[in-house]
């Protein structure tokens, strides 16, 4: 979602903007974000227990809550994808769409009822539910469990190689998101060799 469809909801750029805008250390921020974030991505920690690291180790002259509004704030919708895609599903209901995805649970929450995901997606594997996150294989075996497909059935797009090349080792036909226009080719192409 992050990256393809969405802004990514709390990436280093949404950071900073947080730490000019309250007032805080970035570095520090930075420091506690990276020890911490891939526990609260795979459901370890809610929110609440994450920023309590992060941003409320000492006191601060803002609320918890005026935070994550901030955080939730920064999540907003990459030109033409998403709209693109909902029409896609639309015309393509026999396809099924599945979201594989890194996100913390009230950020993940927030961003599929606020920019209405369900109607692009079948089913969400999402880490903070699964309790693994990508490039872990199993996030993408159960993928696959899920939809009872085979890999080379698939096709995925993730906007970070790392990700792509680590679906690629299953077999999943897998490409870099580079805009609206290259995935919409291929996304058409695959569609049509498929029916």
Partial sequence: IGG??????????????????FGIDYTEMDVLHNFIFNVYEIGKLTLDEYLNTVVFHKERNFSNEDFKQFMYSQSSELPGMLSWLMQWKHEHHDFPIISINNEGRELNDFRINKFNLHQCFDAFISSCNVGMRKPDTGIFNLALGIAQVQPEQCIYFDDRPMLVQAAQRLGINSFQHQGLKSTKQILEVFTNTAT
């Fill in 4 to 21: 393809v469809l969405l802004s990514n909801g709390w990436g280093h750029e949404s950071r900073q903007k947080a730490a000019v805008h």
